[in-house]
């Protein structure tokens, strides 16, 4: 099956940027739908930003003008691109891909922590 392996998270100042990479392997063909998660502690696992077949991408009101989400077929990689960080931003960002847009029939990540200080 297929294996998603999140990185590229860290501890930043706001205002600060960072580039969350996902990296697909196994069984990675069919994979129509791809997106980038956040769960903060307390909260409910909510979606940030998602991508659909012709690159037409969807995002989180929240994020919109600061995160942008782009894939690499060639490397297998799918990228979120986070801009202009806020607090609020703080959380474990898990990457998803499936063949359809029912999350219990694709694979997650394990997910990288984002922690952004004020």
């Known amino acids: 099956q297929v294996r998603l392996v999140e990185s590229g998270g860290g501890l930043v100042q706001a205002g600060g940027s960072l580039r969350l990479s996902c990296v697909a392997s196994?069984?990675?063909?069919?994979?129509?739908?791809m997106a980038w998660y956040r769960q903060a502690p307390g909260k409910q696992r909510g979606l940030v930003a998602r991508?659909?077949?012709?690159?037409?991408?969807d995002f989180l009101d929240s994020v919109k003008g600061r995160f942008t989400i782009s894939r690499d077929n060639a490397k297998n990689t799918l990228y979120l691109q986070m801009n202009s960080l806020k607090p609020e931003d703080t959380a474990v960002y898990y990457c998803?891909?499936?063949?359809?847009?029912?999350?219990?029939?694709?694979?997650w990540g394990q997910g990288t922590q984002v922690t952004v200080s004020s």
């Open positions: 196994g069984s990675i063909f069919n994979i129509n739908s």
């Open positions: 991508l659909f077949s012709g690159d037409r991408t």
């Open positions: 998803y891909a499936g063949p359809t847009w029912n999350t219990n029939i694709g694979s």
